[in-house]
Nanobody
């Protein structure tokens, strides 16, 4: 069963912007936090941004004010607005939701969306 569907990735020039979205399947409830991670080729996965249910946010050090995580509760969608993109932001971006589906409480991951930034 697909729990999360990401969209919005693509190819953009350095300095450009992209907005990623993550649609959350209604089978996931009691969501405590949402996050975006990324993994570049040959590198370890790293946290990009997190948003807790009470509105607290945290960003990776490399973000330096360029990205914003947000949510639309009615649409059950999480967003990552990325501005001033750099070639080093090239990676597969994954949406993560911590919540409950059926009898399982834990982290649910999307399939990933490729972001490529050209110099």
């Amino acid at each position: 069963q697909v729990h999360l569907v990401e969209a919005g990735g693509g190819l953009v020039q350095a300095g450009g912007s992209l907005r990623l979205s993550c649609a959350i399947n209604s089978v996931i409830h009691s969501i405590r936090s949402m996050a975006w991670h990324r993994q570049a080729a040959g590198k370890q996965r790293e946290m990009v941004a997190t948003l807790t249910n009470d509105g607290n946010t945290k960003y990776g050090d490399f973000v330096t004010g360029r990205f914003t995580i947000s949510r639309d509760v009615a649409k059950r969608t999480v967003y990552l607005q990325m501005n001033s993109l750099k070639p080093e932001d090239t990676a597969v971006y994954y949406c993560t939701i911590h919540g409950i589906s059926g009898f399982r409480t834990g982290d649910y991951w999307g399939q990933g969306t490729q972001v490529s930034v050209s110099s």
